[in-house]
């Protein structure tokens, strides 16, 4: 093999098997089986209570900035 083969990293395709082969469906899809997902919470109830209490605060400041006119340089040299 002269090229390095990005596509077909697993090697070449061996007689009878059939890990990675799934039916199809009458469009041509491969029919996958469904992922079972495992929930792993990061934060508990206290946590994830007392973080969305932080950013409301955070996001109050930000608001209640004033909006400052600019000033002009003439304007301080008075």
Do not use: W
Request: glycine share 6%; proline share 9%; with cysteine.
């Amino acid at each position: 093999m002269s090229k390095i083969d990005t596509q077909g990293l697993s090697g070449p395709a061996i007689k009878g098997c059939t890990d990675n082969v799934y039916p199809h469906d009458e469009n041509g899809d491969p029919i996958l089986p469904k992922a079972k997902f495992k929930e792993l919470p990061i934060f508990d109830d206290k946590e994830r209570a007392e973080l969305k209490e932080i950013v409301l605060e955070a996001l109050k400041e930000y608001h209640s900035i004033p909006d400052y006119s600019p000033y002009r340089l003439d304007e301080l040299q008075e």
